[in-house]
């Protein structure tokens, strides 16, 4: 009786194992040469310095990608989480964007500008964290015009997200 119940389970383990869906893809992989992940960003990329663009880079994205999207983030803006930086519609060909440049479509962050602003988080608040998040899509573009917001490209992204990866640093004024 004990050689069945094990012979059946093995087989229900075998059967179970054996998925139809698609293997998850690894992930993104992104890093830059203004800081580390999860280390401090440098005055030169915030509000108390040049506030220019940080170098971001990624690989290790699926070929089928048609087009990538950006997205800044600090989720510990009070109130909510607040966008930084947001482009679009960059071309599948492009992995990198130079400190300072821009690529694709700019959005508009919660600043109310078109492109970067960088970290600028209140004088009392400890360390905020700054997510730099790219997202592999299986289209060319979101047919959205200039100045769309994060949470207008976050829904036109939906169900065109192949995969994604992050990198953060921290800033504390």
């Not at 070929?63 to 679009?88: C, N, R």
């Amino acid at each position: 009786m004990l050689t069945i119940r094990i012979l059946i389970l093995s087989v229900l383990f075998i059967a179970c194992s054996k998925s139809t869906q698609p293997l998850t893809p690894s992930g993104i992989s992104v890093s830059s040469n203004s800081f580390t992940n999860g280390g401090q960003i440098p005055v030169k990329y915030t509000c108390d310095g040049q506030d220019i663009s940080v170098h971001i880079k990624w690989s290790n994205y699926p070929q089928e990608t048609k087009s990538f999207v950006l997205i800044m983030s600090d989720p510990d803006a009070p109130g909510s989480t607040f966008y930084h930086w947001i482009l679009y519609d960059i071309p599948a060909n492009i992995n990198e964007i130079q400190e300072g440049q821009s690529v694709g479509v700019k959005g508009r962050n919660d600043f109310g500008n078109l492109g970067y602003n960088g970290p600028c988080p209140p004088s009392v608040d400890p360390a905020h964290r700054y997510y730099i998040t790219i997202y592999a899509l299986n289209v060319q573009s979101l047919a959205l015009n200039q100045g769309a917001n994060a949470n207008q490209v976050l829904q036109a992204m939906e169900g065109k997200i192949i995969t994604k990866g992050q990198i953060y640093g921290t800033y504390k004024r």
